[in-house]
């Protein structure tokens, strides 16, 4: 029988910095194969979130579980099943594309590396690159190979952290593209901050909205837009960011 | 991990020539100094004729500690450390992935320097066998525990503790009785002195090229003090780990 257990459930998640609150007291659960979008302006907490469940930071209170395990307490029972991508962690410049995948691959113990490589190489159109050190690449290509690393492990949970961001139109669509393809066929979980809306509005089922380290909002893009009756989610992240979605949010039903 | 490490330094001539370079001339700087003394003779001759034998005892402790610690630093430099933690990479396999790297870049670095010694001064490090295996124990797992520590400090302070992975040796060479008997030193220096396991090496290094006796005593009671440091230095690092995390030192890697 499959598991009913969120993918990834936060429960009352508190954290304190010595300079103030980064996140305080949010809860939200998530279920397999959904895609969910974590919106927010600069200092909101969306990073400090997604770090705090993927045991990066230590929450000050509260508690994360992942695939029904507790994060950070099991976090070796969990973290070859997740993975995570974002522009502003890098990899080795020095390594070829191909050395940096196989040794993230026996980090999270692929069985078949070579064919592992060889197959997201094809699907992320690297087979050309992968002889080449990845510091020589351009901003897209990186992107390419961070996705490929995020994906090596075929993770259930994928956390990103603003993927598209300092990419071109095309290449973000392609990146766009290619998430969507990869949750739907693997039925995998994405918990994505971004603060590319268009991106959010297409991608994601449901939507976080965070201001100041709280929940201010959390719902399907559709329902947003029509509970704060706007035209797309920029408009909306400006009505909750600029304090003018008070009676959009109390009329939650 | 290793095969990371070993990637890194082979795409790199420069890194290799980095290892080789420095041992390769305080090697001749100091065997030249013992060569002008030994023409002495007396106790002056008895003295220099430590020299190239301490100088290259001395790149075992510093440069096993020096290849621990730029492995790690070599993460934080490519902003690579938040994929590794991520990573289902326990603590005690990334830092045995350090402690290979370690004897890999010290063995590139004193394996050549070692035969040049015997070829320009007839000096053969090799030759001291079995007391050259408990002096190497000894001093790379000194060179270990201070790297394990430099490690935990820079995951939590980032690259701005960097400067302690370059000099927290050095204070080891004038405590350590590198070039002069621990007997030279003030009594309450003295004390402190014998706290650290390569001040035994050295005493045993002088006792068996001066005296030629090795003093297996020495030796135990540095593996023993070498144990303790190992231990407080894994303890140190996980704490320093552990407030990483509290902190989110983790997510800025840098300052």
């Given at each position: 029988?499959?598991?009913?257990?969120?993918?990834?459930?936060?429960s009352n998640l508190?954290?304190?910095?010595?300079g103030?609150?980064?996140v305080?007291?949010?809860?939200?659960?998530?279920?397999?194969?959904?895609?969910?979008?974590?919106l927010?302006?600069?200092?909101?907490g969306?990073?400090?979130?997604?770090?705090?469940i993927?045991?990066?930071?230590?929450?000050?209170?509260?508690?994360?579980?992942?695939?029904?395990?507790?994060m950070?307490?099991?976090?070796?029972?969990?973290?070859?099943?997740m993975?995570?991508e974002?522009?502003?962690?890098e990899m080795p410049?020095r390594?070829?594309?191909?050395?940096?995948?196989?040794?993230?691959?026996?980090?999270?113990?692929?069985?078949?590396?070579?064919a592992?490589?060889?197959?997201?190489a094809?699907?992320?159109?690297?087979?050309?690159?992968l002889?080449?050190?990845?510091?020589?690449?351009s901003?897209?290509?990186?992107t390419?190979?961070?996705?490929a690393?995020?994906?090596?492990?075929?993770?259930?949970v994928?956390?990103?952290?603003?993927?598209?961001?300092?990419l071109?139109?095309?290449?973000a669509?392609?990146?766009?593209?290619?998430?969507?393809?990869?949750?739907?066929?693997?039925?995998a979980t994405?918990?994505?901050?971004?603060h590319?809306?268009?991106?959010?509005?297409?991608?994601?089922?449901r939507v976080?909205?965070?201001?100041?380290g709280?929940?201010?909002?959390?719902d399907t893009?559709?329902?947003?837009l029509?509970?704060?009756?706007?035209?797309?989610?920029?408009?909306v992240?400006?009505d909750v960011?600029?304090?003018?979605?008070e009676?959009?949010r109390?009329?939650?039903? | 991990?290793?095969?990371?490490?070993?990637?890194?330094?082979?795409?790199?001539?420069?890194?290799v020539?980095?290892?080789?370079?420095?041992?390769t001339?305080?090697m001749f700087?100091?065997?030249?100094?013992?060569t002008?003394?030994?023409?002495f003779?007396?106790?002056?001759?008895?003295?220099?004729?430590?020299?190239?034998g301490?100088?290259?005892?001395?790149?075992?402790l510093?440069?096993?500690?020096?290849?621990?610690?730029?492995?790690?630093?070599?993460?934080m430099?490519?902003?690579?450390?938040?994929?590794?933690?991520?990573?289902p990479l326990k603590?005690?396999?990334?830092?045995?992935?350090?402690?290979?790297?370690?004897i890999?870049?010290?063995?590139?670095?004193i394996?050549?320097?070692?035969?040049?010694?015997?070829?320009?001064?007839?000096?053969n490090?090799?030759?001291?066998g079995?007391?050259?295996?408990?002096?190497f124990?000894?001093?790379?797992?000194?060179?270990?525990?201070?790297?394990i520590?430099?490690a935990?400090?820079?995951?939590?302070?980032?690259?701005?503790?960097e400067?302690?992975a370059?000099?927290?040796?050095?204070?080891?060479?004038?405590?350590t009785?590198?070039?002069?008997?621990?007997?030279?030193?003030?009594?309450?220096?003295?004390?402190?002195?014998?706290?650290?396991?390569?001040t035994?090496v050295f005493?045993g290094?002088?006792?068996?090229?001066?005296?030629?006796?090795?003093r297996g005593?020495l030796?135990?009671?540095?593996f023993?003090i070498?144990i303790?440091?190992?231990?407080?230095?894994?303890?140190?690092?996980?704490?320093?780990?552990?407030a990483?995390?509290?902190?989110?030192s983790?997510?800025?890697?840098?300052?």
């Amino acid at each position: 029988m499959p598991s009913t257990e969120p993918a990834i459930a936060v429960s009352n998640l508190v954290k304190h910095y010595p300079g103030g609150i980064a996140v305080d007291g949010i809860s939200f659960a998530i279920e397999p194969g959904s895609i969910i979008g974590l919106l927010g302006g600069n200092g909101a907490g969306k990073t400090t979130t997604i770090a705090m469940i993927m045991g990066l930071v230590a929450p000050t209170s509260g508690s994360v579980r992942i695939l029904g395990h507790d994060m950070p307490r099991e976090r070796y029972h969990i973290l070859h099943r997740m993975n995570f991508e974002s522009p502003y962690v890098e990899m080795p410049h020095r390594l070829t594309v191909r050395q940096n995948l196989s040794v993230f691959a026996r980090l999270y113990g692929v069985a078949a590396r070579d064919a592992r490589i060889a197959e997201l190489a094809e699907e992320l159109d690297l087979t050309e690159l992968l002889d080449r050190p990845t510091g020589k690449l351009s901003a897209g290509q990186k992107t390419r190979v961070s996705l490929a690393k995020a994906l090596i492990n075929a993770p259930e949970v994928l956390l990103l952290d603003e993927p598209t961001a300092s990419l071109d139109p095309d290449t973000a669509d392609w990146v766009r593209t290619h998430l969507e393809h990869y949750t739907a066929e693997r039925r995998a979980t994405m918990l994505l901050a971004s603060h590319n809306m268009s991106e959010v509005e297409r991608l994601c089922d449901r939507v976080i909205m965070m201001k100041r380290g709280v929940i201010v909002d959390d719902d399907t893009p559709a329902r947003l837009l029509a509970r704060y009756g706007r035209n797309n989610l920029e408009e909306v992240f400006l009505d909750v960011a600029r304090g003018r979605g008070e009676a959009a949010r109390e009329a939650v039903p | 991990m290793v095969a990371r490490y070993w990637y890194l330094l082979r795409s790199s001539w420069p890194r290799v020539f980095d290892l080789i370079y420095w041992p390769t001339v305080q090697m001749f700087m100091w065997g030249f100094l013992q060569t002008y003394i030994g023409q002495f003779g007396g106790l002056p001759a008895r003295v220099g004729q430590t020299f190239i034998g301490a100088v290259m005892l001395w790149d075992i402790l510093f440069r096993g500690q020096l290849g621990f610690s730029i492995s790690f630093l070599e993460e934080m430099y490519s902003r690579n450390l938040a994929n590794l933690l991520i990573s289902p990479l326990k603590p005690a396999e990334f830092i045995s992935a350090l402690m290979i790297m370690s004897i890999i870049r010290l063995s590139i670095g004193i394996v050549p320097v070692s035969l040049l010694a015997i070829v320009f001064f007839g000096f053969n490090l090799w030759a001291l066998g079995l007391a050259l295996a408990a002096f190497f124990l000894n001093l790379i797992l000194t060179s270990w525990a201070l790297g394990i520590f430099i490690a935990g400090l820079l995951l939590r302070h980032g690259l701005g503790a960097e400067n302690m992975a370059w000099t927290l040796m050095f204070i080891f060479l004038p405590l350590t009785c590198v070039y002069y008997p621990v007997s030279v030193l003030p009594p309450w220096l003295a004390m402190i002195s014998w706290m650290l396991p390569p001040t035994y090496v050295f005493e045993g290094m002088r006792a068996l090229l001066t005296a030629h006796v090795f003093r297996g005593d020495l030796m135990v009671q540095a593996f023993a003090i070498n144990i303790a440091l190992i231990a407080l230095a894994i303890f140190a690092f996980l704490k320093y780990l552990q407030a990483a995390r509290r902190h989110g030192s983790l997510l800025q890697g840098s300052e």
